[in-house]
């Protein structure tokens, strides 16, 4: 991964976990006091809204570049 990559990442990272650390705390703030309760937040967003976005993204480049060897 490139410097300028990394760097991306770290920010966009800090701007998702921001989001959904805002959207854990309003479901149930009593839930983020514990270390176990903040991985099971954790795990719960990434599973509802991030790792399906990844998917999502992830299959339109397998579809594209199937498309591309066939000249589409």
């Not at 719960?44 to 579809?63: A, D, H, T, W």
């Given at each position: 991964?490139?410097?300028?990559?990394?760097?991306?990442?770290?920010?966009?990272?800090?701007?998702?976990?921001?989001?959904?650390?805002?959207?854990?705390?309003?479901?149930?703030?009593?839930?983020?006091k514990t270390l176990?309760?903040?991985?099971?937040?954790?795990r719960e967003q990434?599973?509802?809204?991030?790792?399906?976005?990844?998917?999502?993204?992830?299959?339109?480049?397998?579809?594209?570049?199937?498309?591309?060897?066939?000249?589409?």
């Amino acid at each position: 991964m490139t410097p300028e990559d990394q760097q991306k990442l770290e920010e966009y990272s800090q701007g998702i976990a921001a989001i959904l650390y805002r959207n854990a705390e309003a479901k149930n703030a009593e839930r983020l006091k514990t270390l176990e309760g903040i991985e099971l937040a954790v795990r719960e967003q990434m599973l509802e809204n991030v790792s399906p976005k990844i998917g999502v993204f992830l299959s339109r480049q397998v579809v594209a570049q199937k498309q591309e060897k066939r000249g589409i």
